[in-house]
T-cell receptor, first 121, second 114 residues
């Protein structure tokens, strides 16, 4: 079974600065997907960024980028130019690729425990 | 389409009562997932539907839990004989069949068992 570990329970960053959130995972699969989700207080979970394991290029979405190290099974999220609205819980998640055409088997997400990010004005 | 809708947003029930939650996914998404999230933790997988077929259930889903998705549209999650340990946020998410695309989550139903 796959596991996702987020060892930092909390982090804090000054507004406009850069912060990196760490995530490691364990799997025996060679192809899979990795995600970072953001969950603001009392609000729904939002997809921040995704990475396909077979792609060597790190994913980037505006101020958000990842450092994907497949051999080390590490998937960190870098937030540049931090804004007050970035304050939230951030979850790293793992998903297997579909094992059969369209069957969706193993399509569930496995989440880490999350990290609470605060942004200081 | 306004995204994934969950009803109710909050539910307070007495121990031993039955509760039912509803999830309306994005209409073109044929996959639907239920997760449970306790305070300060990541969501834990409960069960998954592709269209009307329930394809996977977690060991977390005890005999008191049942989920349905008639006609492959909305889904219901029922908890019978609720216990205090059932208090949590119950999240629903949907996704299209094409793999690798992240889910769209609903706002969740917060259950408090007193």
């Amino acid at each position: 079974a796959q596991t996702v570990t987020q060892s930092q329970p909390e982090m804090s960053v000054q507004e406009a600065e850069t912060v990196t959130l760490s995530c490691t995972y364990d799997t025996s699969e060679s192809d899979y997907y990795l995600f970072w989700y953001k969950q603001p207080p009392s609000r729904q979970m939002i997809l921040v960024i995704r990475q396909e394991a077979y792609k060597q290029q790190n994913a980037t979405e505006n101020r958000f980028s990842v450092n994907f190290q497949k051999a080390a099974k590490s998937f960190s999220l870098k937030i540049s130019d931090s804004q007050l609205g970035d304050a939230a819980m951030y979850f790293c998640a793992y998903r297997s690729t579909d094992s059969g055409w369209g069957s969706g088997a193993n399509s569930k997400l496995t989440f880490g425990k999350g990290i609470t990010l605060s942004v200081r004005p | 389409d306004t995204g994934v809708s969950q009803d109710p947003r909050h539910k307070i029930t007495k121990r031993g009562q039955n509760v039912t939650f509803r999830c309306d996914p994005i209409s073109e998404h044929n996959r639907l997932y239920w997760y449970r999230q306790t305070l300060g933790q990541g969501p834990e997988f409960l069960t998954y539907f592709q269209n009307e077929a329930q394809l996977e259930k977690s060991r977390l889903l005890s005999d008191r839990f049942s989920a349905e998705r008639p006609k492959g549209s909305f889904s219901t999650l029922e908890i019978q004989r609720t216990e205090q340990g059932d208090s949590a946020m119950y999240l629903c998410a949907s996704s299209p069949t094409t793999g690798g695309i992240g889910y769209t989550f609903g706002s969740g139903t917060r259950l408090t068992v007193v």
